[in-house]
T-cell receptor
């Protein structure tokens, strides 16, 4: 596709439910990032993949959050036993090279998660 | 810990005005700084990227400056238009071998006709 796509665009979950958020990066992009954006805040880094390797997961807020990119393309962010504080927009971004450095990150439209 | 702050949080102006959005960061040891635009329900779009060795970048009606030593960047929008209405975010990258963009909280801009 022409850009980064994410699905679903909106997700309403009951507290305690597990959710899975999908990201399709730009074809051929090596690097993939997940960010969490709370209402009225800037995005905060969650995790980074270089191909299928998760090189940095320091931003994941708890062990309820798990991300994978098994074939180095599509990535899934899974949140187990969702809590109300997990409500946010989850943004995925990709960039062409191994290290972002001076590379532009291309962002998807995000998945808006609401936990009731 | 790097903290990025943007002022003002919100701005509403009539069409045609020239605008300045401010971004400040606490740690001057950055690799680059980017300005993004975020439209409701859409992802972020990169507007300008300034390397730490540069002082400014220009694209059309947009001009971004960087004063690394004082920890500040400004985004100047000339002759604002209603289509400029969006949230503007600045983000810094600490070094070449880290990929964590650290974002500010954004400035929500509304330009009315």
């Amino acid at each position: 596709g022409a850009g980064v796509s994410q699905s679903p665009r909106y997700k309403v979950a009951k507290r305690g439910q597990d959710v899975a958020l999908r990201c399709d990066p730009i074809s051929g992009h090596v690097s993939l990032f997940w960010y969490q954006q709370a209402l009225g805040q800037g995005p905060e880094f969650l995790t980074y993949f270089q191909n299928e390797a998760q090189l940095d997961k320091s931003g994941l807020p708890s062990d309820r959050f798990f991300a994978e990119r098994p074939e180095g393309s599509v990535s899934t962010l899974k949140i187990q036993r969702t809590q109300q504080e997990d409500s946010a927009v989850y943004l995925c971004a990709s960039s062409l090279e191994e290290l972002a450095g001076g590379e532009t990150q291309y962002f998807g439209p995000g998945t808006r998660l609401l936990v009731l | 810990k790097q903290e990025v702050t943007q002022i003002p949080a919100a701005l509403s102006v009539p069409e045609g005005e020239n605008l300045v959005l401010n971004c400040s960061f606490t740690d001057s040891a950055i690799y680059n700084l980017q300005w993004f635009r975020q439209d409701p329900g859409k992802g972020l779009t990169s507007l300008l990227l300034i390397q730490s060795s540069q002082r400014e970048q220009t694209s059309g009606r947009l001009n971004a400056s960087l004063d690394k030593s004082s920890g500040r960047s400004t985004l100047y929008i000339a002759a604002s238009q209603p289509g400029d209405s969006a949230t503007y975010l600045c983000a810094v990258l600490r070094s070449y071998n880290t990929d964590k963009l650290i974002f500010g909280t954004g400035t929500r801009l509304q330009v009315f006709p």
